[in-house]
């Protein structure tokens, strides 16, 4: 079967570094993607990794590793907004988006 | 400002009845998805369309139906709610169907009881 993981809940501190991790098996690979889900809204799109290496947008960067089958999210210079769930997807070989269940992130000042 | 709008925002329904989720968008994408989306599992996938006219099924479809008659409508349609429908259905657009990144509409919290 098809499978994302990553951690339920993480606790970091306001202007701190933190990682969140994905691993996944999914039946063929073109691409991962990370979206921030504030409570009671839309997720919206963060990153996407298709080569492996890092990709960095400001703040946020995101790490692929295919032979591993793992990314992480990080995020630096926290700030309270970034309180939020973090959702990791991978779409398959049919061009479907599998998605993790989500982390919780909680930012303590 | 250009999106997607979902309707209703939420609504609370007797089981046994039926109703329709709309989802309209305007930025004239080819691909559009249904998802839900329960507390402590990832979003699922319930009926897909990547073009006008076509429509896939998903993860979970059963107990629901949609159509894409043209491409900025997609109506998800349960025709006999059940308790275990309760959820966030969210609505998605992608530019095709292999897009990168794909732009959620607001949701609709339905509780079926």
């Known amino acids: 079967g098809q499978n994302i993981d990553q951690p339920t809940e993480m606790t970091a501190t306001e202007g701190a570094i933190v990682q969140i991790n994905c691993t996944y098996q999914?039946?063929?690979?073109?691409?991962l993607f990370w979206y921030q889900q504030h409570a009671g809204e839309a997720p919206t799109f963060l990153s996407y990794?298709?080569l492996d290496g890092l990709e960095e947008k400001g703040r946020f960067s995101s790490f692929l590793s295919r032979s591993k089958g793992y990314s992480y999210l990080l995020l630096k210079e926290l700030q309270m907004k970034d309180s939020a769930s973090y959702l990791c997807?991978?779409?398959?070989?049919?061009?479907?988006?599998?998605w993790g269940a989500g982390t919780k992130l909680i930012i303590k000042p | 400002t250009a999106g997607i709008t979902q309707a209703p925002t939420s609504q609370i329904l007797a089981a046994g009845r039926s109703m329709t989720l709309r989802c309209t968008q305007d930025?004239?994408?080819?691909?559009m998805y249904w998802y839900r989306q329960d507390l402590g599992l990832g979003l699922r996938l319930i009926h897909y369309?990547?073009?006008?006219?076509?429509?896939g099924k998903g993860e979970v479809p059963d107990g629901y139906s949609v159509s894409r008659a043209n491409t900025d409508d997609f109506p998800l349609t349960l025709a006999s709610a059940v308790p275990s429908q309760t959820s966030v259905y969210f609505c998605?657009?992608?530019?095709?169907?292999?897009?990168?990144?794909?732009?959620f509409g607001s949701g609709t919290r339905l509780t079926v009881v």
């Open positions: 990794n298709v």
């Open positions: 369309s990547n073009t006008a006219g076509t429509t």
């Open positions: 930025m004239r994408h080819n691909a």
């Open positions: 997807a991978v779409m398959d070989s049919n061009y479907q988006l599998i």
């Open positions: 998605a657009t992608s530019p095709e169907a292999e897009g990168k990144g794909y732009t």
């Open positions: 999914t039946s063929g690979f073109n691409g």
